[in-house]
């Protein structure tokens, strides 16, 4: 993996380092983006020997906190991300820092941010994905119906096709199918299929799954 193959804005960031270091650091973040998929514990480490040359450098430990969130290591990716939060002070990763209070059993937490989180100051998508957390984070608790309707608004419409539109439906569906609405839930997951152009849920197979009961 080579410099070049990283994003613009990651080469402009680790500009900041002495050349030779920039593209030492650069050639391991580029290896961790090209193995998460594949080989997750190896692009875990190599996100790490990263951090250990340019820990200060926050786009670097954004991708230990995104790497790490992806392999499943909720706690380094949350003390990660938290640190990025700190960093930038920005609140763009504020979602996946709220999913991995939830995933470390924390759901109360993961509403405690998205309530505190101003939401008016996130891309629309990061607001969209912190209300799905939020949601699962309602059902953790018990509580369903909040959940369903936490979910309910103008972007929960059938026919739109926003970039987000598809999680967002799937993710209606699940909460319906555990509020027990299954044949309301059987129809939103066909919408999130419809939605989902690059086949990146199971939406398709949740309908038929829920059609043969």
Do not use: C
């Not at 820990?55 to 430990?61: D, N």
């Not at 929960?156 to 699940?174: H, I, N, Q, T």
């Amino acid at each position: 993996m080579e410099f070049s193959d990283l994003d613009e804005e990651v080469r402009r960031e680790l500009r900041t380092l002495p050349k030779g270091l920039a593209e030492t650091v650069g050639k391991h973040l580029a290896a961790a983006g090209g193995l998460l998929e594949d080989d997750p514990e190896a692009a875990l480490a190599h996100a790490r020997y990263a951090k250990t040359k340019a820990s200060r450098v926050p786009i670097v430990r954004e991708a230990l906190g995104l790497v790490a969130y992806h392999s499943g290591n909720w706690q380094e990716a949350l003390s990660e991300l938290r640190a990025v939060r700190r960093m930038t002070r920005s609140d763009e990763h504020i979602a996946v820092i709220a999913d991995a209070e939830r995933a470390l059993g924390r759901p109360e937490r993961a509403l405690d941010l998205a309530k505190e989180t101003d939401k008016e100051r996130l891309a629309k998508a990061t607001r969209v994905e912190l209300a799905i957390v939020a949601a699962g984070a309602r059902r953790d608790l018990g509580q369903v119906d909040a959940a369903v309707v936490s979910l309910q608004g103008p972007d929960l419409e059938a026919g739109r096709r926003d970039p987000w539109s598809a999680r967002l439906f799937y993710a209606y569906a699940d909460n319906l199918v555990a509020a027990g609405r299954t044949e309301e839930a059987a129809r939103w997951f066909l919408n999130a299929a419809e939605a989902d152009t690059e086949d990146e849920t199971d939406a398709a197979e949740r309908a038929a799954e829920l059609a043969n009961e």
